[in-house]
């Protein structure tokens, strides 16, 4: 168990240490500064549109800088390693192991994402976080553009070697006495992306160095003036970004398997389910990618087949919803922090899955495509559903973590705050969009619809910000002085949990 | 695994599905529909660059920033670009096409009532994207 605050002991023990655990609470520091980092930065896109006009943002290059870095943080530098950091901490015990089955490689993979994060952060590149061709070629400013693809490039590998790790830890590592099947689920969401990531990142891979070659001038694949063609690099893009979206969202979705049963006293309704559609995720996952292309000049029948692919990846999702529903259904469900934050991601998650089946009919996707209402579905995503696990499991992970409980009463304000706070942005911003703002937009006309749906969502932007401080108050306070936890049951709710403090620390004694 | 029936996920599930061919399906029949280009449909060149639209009718005459057309008749663009991707966008007509450089992509409508409508550009082509934006102008017809 990690309990530096009470035994403490050398910070640069742990920076060294090749221990699961150790590495888990990396992943964990350093998850929660870009969240908060990126954070800021969201807070500063909505201030800035809270009315027509410049604001609190002097100039265009600047706001494009800032959504750029904002995305790239939160996603590259808050979701992957905060899911990493669970894993971490998790996947050994559940596998019954003593450790990561690459311990070095392990560390290796952490160390390589301060160093990204620096490149990222000092670069602060402007051509949004898809990179967009010919403008990230011929018109982006450097060094921040290459910068960024340098910092991509070692996350990319970053992940890689992650991927590689939980693989081969899940499958070959696990107890003899323990098959396949009874590997629990969030172990099994840790499989399920991980191979998605084998699988998707080498197209990105791939396409952020011919975008570097191209930039530098001696090639011209995304280059139209050489011979070259955008839509190229769209295709390698997406081809491991939509994929990612799963990468992203299937640990999450492993969270909550791990939190809402207990919470709810009963076992998973249907664990063989619960796999089934991670795999199907993990394999429909890779056959709607040109869903995000449909304006770029597709044919009638390339549109066709990816909206088919896009909407065969809704019924796995459903199962999943449909699982944690009859999972709650008659139970003696207590509602703590964690449990709190889970179930108002299944709901987030509905409702943004709701909206993506518009997006993927053709003609619908004609009236929301690059407007707010793409930016309001993936946050209901990356926000609603995601970032709600994973709050949800760091709150769950906590007493573990620390020894100590975090404050209850501060933990169901910061969910209370951050929910209304998110439906306020986001469901707006889907409204937004069907009034035809589009996004990566430093300044808009004053519209009057436009500027309501502005000061909504910046009001709900500002609620989700002063949650967020209720949050880092909470658990900076009771990592140091907050209640003993009885770390045998730490919610009460009787069972029994996985303990990663019975993970072998060669360091604790 | 659980030992009990599973009927009810899987009705469920099933009804999901159901829903989901009937979106497929319906989608796939009105974007047929709304990809067919009237024959007598005249051609305008729309052109993006970085940070303006043109606009080049049959006849050979040019705008910039605005433009103008007459009820009852369908157009077609043809989208080019001079520099980086755009997107060429007529949100009150549903009108949303990417232009893009070395590419000629079209996309076809028919103004219905007279009045004036926004233009904009709804891809990021960088410092000016947010000021890309022109006016539609339907009139009424000439003769």
Redesign the interface.
Same mark, same amino acid.
């Not at chain 1, 009315?51 to 870095?69: E, H, K, S, Y």
């Given at each position: 168990m990690v309990l530096e605050l009470q035994k403490p002991r050398p910070v640069w023990q742990i920076m060294f240490s090749t221990h699961h655990t150790d590495v888990g609470l990396l992943y964990l520091i350093t998850s929660l500064a870009f969240l908060f980092l990126g954070g800021t930065l969201a807070l500063a896109i909505r201030a800035e549109l809270f009315l027509p006009g410049a604001q609190i943002i002097g100039d265009a290059m600047t706001f494009n800088r800032i959504f750029t870095v904002h995305g790239t943080t939160l996603i590259f530098l808050f979701i992957i390693p905060f899911a990493s950091s669970v894993g971490n901490y998790y996947v050994p015990i559940m596998v019954r192991y003593k450790d990561m089955a690459y311990p070095k490689l392990n560390a290796i993979a952490f160390w390589m994402i301060p160093p990204a994060g620096a490149l990222i952060w000092l670069g602060f590149a402007d051509f949004t976080w898809y990179a967009t061709p010919p403008y990230s070629i011929i018109s982006a400013p450097g060094p921040a553009a290459d910068m960024w693809i340098f910092g991509l490039k070692i996350l990319g590998i970053s992940s890689v070697l992650g991927a590689i790790n939980f693989i081969v830890t899940i499958l070959k590592c696990k107890h003899p006495d323990m098959s396949i099947g009874q590997v629990p689920l969030l172990a099994w969401s840790f499989l399920s992306s991980s191979l998605i990531i084998l699988v998707a990142i080498p197209t990105f891979a791939a396409a952020l160095l011919m975008l570097l070659t191209d930039r530098l001038g001696v090639s011209g694949f995304f280059n139209p003036a050489m011979g070259g063609d955008p839509i190229a690099y769209a295709h390698l893009f997406w081809f491991t970004f939509h994929p990612e979206v799963y990468v992203l969202v299937i640990p999450a979705i492993g969270m909550m398997y791990e939190i809402i049963p207990r919470f709810s006293r009963k076992p998973i309704y249907s664990y063989n389910s619960g796999v089934f559609a991670f795999v199907l995720l993990s394999i429909v996952g890779f056959s709607s990618w040109a869903h995000h292309m449909y304006a770029t000049g597709m044919s009638f029948t390339e549109k066709t087949v990816f909206m088919v692919g896009t909407l065969a990846a809704v019924p796995a999702s459903a199962m999943h919803v449909f699982n944690f529903v009859a999972t709650m259904w008659n139970g003696r469900i207590k509602f703590s922090t964690p449990m709190m934050w889970c179930v108002g991601g299944i709901a987030l998650f509905f409702s943004a899955g709701a909206g993506g089946v518009a997006n993927a009919a053709m003609p619908l996707d004609f009236t929301t495509h690059d407007t707010y209402w793409v930016v309001g579905h993936f946050h209901l995503f990356v926000m609603g559903t995601i970032a709600f696990g994973s709050i949800g499991m760091l709150y769950y992970m906590f007493p573990y973590v620390t020894g100590r409980m975090y404050n209850e009463t501060m933990g169901k304000v910061h969910f209370a705050m951050s929910f209304i706070g998110t439906v306020l942005v986001f469901f707006t911003q889907h409204v937004l969009g069907l009034y035809g703002m589009p996004r990566r937009v430093f300044d808009y006309p004053p519209i009057p619809e436009w500027i309501a749906m502005n000061q909504i969502a910046t009001v709900g932007a500002m609620i989700i910000g002063i949650s967020m401080a209720i949050f880092l108050a909470n658990i900076i306070y009771s990592s140091g002085k907050g209640k003993l936890a009885n770390t045998e049951d730490p919610f009460g709710v009787g069972g029994k949990y996985y303990y990663p403090f019975e993970a072998k620390n060669p360091h604790h004694d | 695994?659980?030992g009990h029936s =599973?009927w009810? %996920?899987w009705i469920?599930?099933g009804v999901?599905?159901a829903l989901?061919v009937w979106? /497929?399906a %319906? $989608?796939?029949e $009105?974007? #047929?529909l709304? %990809?067919h280009v009237p024959a007598d449909a005249e051609t305008i060149i729309v052109t993006g660059q970085?940070w303006f639209w043109t606009f080049e009718h049959e006849d050979g005459t040019k705008e910039i920033g605005e433009l103008h057309v007459e009820v009852g008749k369908a157009y077609k663009f043809e989208i080019i670009s001079k520099?980086? =991707?755009h997107?060429f =966008?007529i949100?009150?007509y549903?009108v949303?096409?990417?232009a893009?450089?070395? #590419?000629v =992509?079209?996309v076809w409508f028919a103004p219905t009532d007279v009045g004036t409508h926004?233009i904009?550009? #709804?891809?990021?082509? /960088?410092?000016?994207?947010?000021?890309m #934006?022109g006016t539609l102008i339907v009139e009424a017809p000439s003769s």
């Amino acid at each position: 168990m990690v309990l530096e605050l009470q035994k403490p002991r050398p910070v640069w023990q742990i920076m060294f240490s090749t221990h699961h655990t150790d590495v888990g609470l990396l992943y964990l520091i350093t998850s929660l500064a870009f969240l908060f980092l990126g954070g800021t930065l969201a807070l500063a896109i909505r201030a800035e549109l809270f009315l027509p006009g410049a604001q609190i943002i002097g100039d265009a290059m600047t706001f494009n800088r800032i959504f750029t870095v904002h995305g790239t943080t939160l996603i590259f530098l808050f979701i992957i390693p905060f899911a990493s950091s669970v894993g971490n901490y998790y996947v050994p015990i559940m596998v019954r192991y003593k450790d990561m089955a690459y311990p070095k490689l392990n560390a290796i993979a952490f160390w390589m994402i301060p160093p990204a994060g620096a490149l990222i952060w000092l670069g602060f590149a402007d051509f949004t976080w898809y990179a967009t061709p010919p403008y990230s070629i011929i018109s982006a400013p450097g060094p921040a553009a290459d910068m960024w693809i340098f910092g991509l490039k070692i996350l990319g590998i970053s992940s890689v070697l992650g991927a590689i790790n939980f693989i081969v830890t899940i499958l070959k590592c696990k107890h003899p006495d323990m098959s396949i099947g009874q590997v629990p689920l969030l172990a099994w969401s840790f499989l399920s992306s991980s191979l998605i990531i084998l699988v998707a990142i080498p197209t990105f891979a791939a396409a952020l160095l011919m975008l570097l070659t191209d930039r530098l001038g001696v090639s011209g694949f995304f280059n139209p003036a050489m011979g070259g063609d955008p839509i190229a690099y769209a295709h390698l893009f997406w081809f491991t970004f939509h994929p990612e979206v799963y990468v992203l969202v299937i640990p999450a979705i492993g969270m909550m398997y791990e939190i809402i049963p207990r919470f709810s006293r009963k076992p998973i309704y249907s664990y063989n389910s619960g796999v089934f559609a991670f795999v199907l995720l993990s394999i429909v996952g890779f056959s709607s990618w040109a869903h995000h292309m449909y304006a770029t000049g597709m044919s009638f029948t390339e549109k066709t087949v990816f909206m088919v692919g896009t909407l065969a990846a809704v019924p796995a999702s459903a199962m999943h919803v449909f699982n944690f529903v009859a999972t709650m259904w008659n139970g003696r469900i207590k509602f703590s922090t964690p449990m709190m934050w889970c179930v108002g991601g299944i709901a987030l998650f509905f409702s943004a899955g709701a909206g993506g089946v518009a997006n993927a009919a053709m003609p619908l996707d004609f009236t929301t495509h690059d407007t707010y209402w793409v930016v309001g579905h993936f946050h209901l995503f990356v926000m609603g559903t995601i970032a709600f696990g994973s709050i949800g499991m760091l709150y769950y992970m906590f007493p573990y973590v620390t020894g100590r409980m975090y404050n209850e009463t501060m933990g169901k304000v910061h969910f209370a705050m951050s929910f209304i706070g998110t439906v306020l942005v986001f469901f707006t911003q889907h409204v937004l969009g069907l009034y035809g703002m589009p996004r990566r937009v430093f300044d808009y006309p004053p519209i009057p619809e436009w500027i309501a749906m502005n000061q909504i969502a910046t009001v709900g932007a500002m609620i989700i910000g002063i949650s967020m401080a209720i949050f880092l108050a909470n658990i900076i306070y009771s990592s140091g002085k907050g209640k003993l936890a009885n770390t045998e049951d730490p919610f009460g709710v009787g069972g029994k949990y996985y303990y990663p403090f019975e993970a072998k620390n060669p360091h604790h004694d | 695994m659980s030992g009990h029936s =599973n009927w009810p %996920e899987w009705i469920y599930i099933g009804v999901v599905v159901a829903l989901m061919v009937w979106v /497929g399906a %319906e $989608a796939w029949e $009105a974007e #047929r529909l709304v %990809e067919h280009v009237p024959a007598d449909a005249e051609t305008i060149i729309v052109t993006g660059q970085q940070w303006f639209w043109t606009f080049e009718h049959e006849d050979g005459t040019k705008e910039i920033g605005e433009l103008h057309v007459e009820v009852g008749k369908a157009y077609k663009f043809e989208i080019i670009s001079k520099d980086v =991707n755009h997107s060429f =966008n007529i949100h009150d007509y549903v009108v949303l096409m990417d232009a893009i450089p070395g #590419r000629v =992509n079209t996309v076809w409508f028919a103004p219905t009532d007279v009045g004036t409508h926004d233009i904009q550009c #709804r891809e990021y082509c /960088g410092l000016i994207h947010y000021n890309m #934006r022109g006016t539609l102008i339907v009139e009424a017809p000439s003769s």
